[in-house]
């Protein structure tokens, strides 16, 4: 029987050879001739970095990222293949990486280094002894430029795998400045009270106040997150992402109790809860920045800038503005997400590009291009594109170590990451039904044990 | 074969060879036979029956493949309630659409063979066939749409209910919540806490739309004065904010057309309607009585039905699947009834059976065979309906869609990751195919008998 999932595994992984060679022969055409520009090798930048020379070698990178993110990670790359001479191969994993990962590993063919967007994978790679530690240069670039949280992040057991180069921030709250004007709003809302202050304001002045995208599950874990988070503390945000603590447990309650006063009330809603559960998150946000009657509020990470500015006319900075989550309890949440960087090959190219990774030069060349956060704290901060990108950067960077990862991202794919079941499903439920919160819990905790257990 | 044989040797076109030694009767030598059959079995091998075999076996055991569990996958499918969510559907399905299908394609049939512009009209109920399920299920996720504005079905709901019912004038407007003594009275009507003096005239703020939204062009509100029974209604609200709630403040515009009660023990004294200020006057009886404003003045406006929720998305699918299949059922069943003798049908009518009593006792008897095969087809058919349901139903509601294909497919690659699980739910869709395939090829052969 294990021989046979083999076989399956190793003709699934032919197939990928197949594609890679078909990808390799692609890239091969169109970068020949820029292979002599690196002749001199080894390299090193004003700010102490040093790599080795690589000449004449081929790095394989596979991350999740098409069309506009991968060019501008190609553009990190660029300057890595300066200073080493060292060919970069992308390989885009498509939606699961896991998957595309093991794949490839099992079938003899890991590429060298590979950016995984969840903290389980990286757990559940480290275990079975597919990742690579980092190497000496790689950890000093690490101690260096993040901070322990984030380094902590790409830890396990122990051992340092990982290099956050990429970060997002889940924590903010856009809005649109016309309804904010329309309605005399001359401050952003800091608490919670506020903020439903402010949303009961903006619908007294005829804008739908808060725009949810209900019909997407994940928009409503990152709002529960960033309440609990805010309400609960880290610590026991930290439980409960392990499912050491039940669902059940009254913080749980309190959160729900706490998204009940907004999610309750139709008249703060855009569109209702109906509204709401039909929407959604591209919508979401159009509908916040484009329309005949625009919403004032949308909540989600710092990619709604991306929607924003391909979807609306609206401009960042004067149209669209944003201010960061609101604190339901003592402080305000940071809830943020990431693609962490491992080797999952030894040799010393992987280990330069992770030192490369760590690095503030890659974090600035990377930053420039717009559309990234960086968790590099010694980074020039003007490197950003905009001033928004800045400030949002700035807010992730303040939280220091305060900062969790996505609660659904660390859970089990089947409860936290799964369309129309476990969390994402029931909090639709609830958000449908707001009054239900002790049968929105009983649910959540027997969908957590089924996926934890399994999982 | 053999008939094939004996009509052409009875039609003395071709000399039949004479038979060789080692040969079988029908002309072949056995390796020769087995030669030319091994590409089918090397096929139906490789692609129905090892997959089928591997399924059981996987069925068996657990999420990553290594431990065996015994039937525990299949314990698990009947105590989850997805599943079971998925099962009953699935039964819905196979009750439903295919009778649905069939009946409507009879129908169709029937009624075009009568028509002149029958082809012209087959063609189009049949083109539905030419789209696949996805791009059917795209144009059916819009034509479910929730908001009239994009959904062909809520447009035509809407405008139904708009004919009946008219609209408000200001929907979505409510009593500013902190600065004014009306209160919800249900139905959602307003009415104050206090009553109506005359001489103090009553302020009846409004918010919730936005003053640049107001249709015409509204006046400013003028804070009602005078001896009698008076008062103002208006959008305590002003373009940018300030000013003080529950005073009419310069700039605030005024709601013409308001309609105002006066109720005294729950019967209406007095009504008035505000004027292009916002000011009204009720008569002298209405002193002492509570101001409600009813639910007419407020009502939001129709926003048809939900069709992609829990309680209508199935039959919405089914709706899209049978306009899909609609086609297919006609073009089969016409074609039997092509073969119908007519004169059966003229000796019933010479007989006195008026139209109806020939469809139901001499055509539809006729064509039972073909509408056999077109209900069993489209049962096996959809067993397997997987694309419209993964498409249509939107997230909240696609636990309520589920269906047996899409429970399997979401055990095992979406987010499940459990193929143990997946397998056994679709050895469970083979059992449950099997009785229709069986009665089919029954079938097949009673015919071939004749």
Redesign the interface.
Known sequence: MRTSSNNRNRRAAAIATAFLAGALALSGCGGGGNDKSGGTGGSESSSGLKLPKLNGQTLEVAAVWTGAEQANFMKVMDEFKKRTGAKINFVPTGNNTSTFLGTRIQGGKPPDVAFLPQVGVLHQFADKGWLKPLGADAKAQLAKNFSKGWVDLGTWKGTRYGVYAKAANKSLVWYNTQAFDAAGIKTAPKTWKDFLQTAQTLSDAGSPAVSVGGADGWTLTDWFENVYLSQAGPEKYDQLAAHKIKWTDPSVKDALTTLAQLWGKNDLIAGGTQGALNTEFPKSVTQTFSGSTPAAMVFEGDFVAANINGDTKAKLGTDAKVFPFPAVGSQAPVVSGGDVAVALKGGQGAQALLTFLASTDAAQIWAAQGGILSPNKEMDMSSYKDAITKQIAQQLLAAGDSFRFDMSDQAPAAFGGTAGVGEWKDLQDFLRNPKDIAGTQQKLEADAAKAYGTG | MTSVANTTGGAGALPTPAAEPGKSVMGTRLWVAVLFLLPAFVLLGALVVYPIGYSIWRSL?D?D??GFVGLKNYGDIFSDD?TLTAVRNTAIWVAVAPAVVTALGLIFAVLTERVRWGTAFKLIVFMPMAISMLAAGIIFRLVYE??PNLGAANAVAKSVHDTFVSSSVYP?A?P??TASDLKPSGGGSFTTTGTVRAGTPALLPL???????LPGTPENAKAASGSGITGTVWL??K????GTKGKVDPGEKALKGVKVEAVKDGKVVASAKSGADGTFTLPAKADGARLRLPASNFSAPY?GI?W??PTLVTPAIIGAYVWMWAGFAMVLIGAGLAGVDRNLLEAARVDGANEWQVFRRVTVPLLSPVLVVVLITLMINVMKVFDLVYIIA???S??DANVLALQLF?SSF?????EGVGSAIGVILLLLVLPVMFVNIRRLRRERQR
Not at chain 2, 207 to 213: E, F, M, N, Q, S
Not at chain 2, 239 to 242: N, T, Y
Not at chain 2, 414 to 418: A, P, Y
Request: proline share 8%; hydrophobic share 25%; no cysteine.
């Open positions: 055991y999420a493949g290594s997805a929730q908001d979505g409510r500013n919540a918010v919730g739309i936005a003053p640049d939204k305590d609200f373009l940018g904010g300030g926003n939900d992609l929720g939107p997230q909240p696609q636990d979401l979406g987010g499940g990751g459990n």
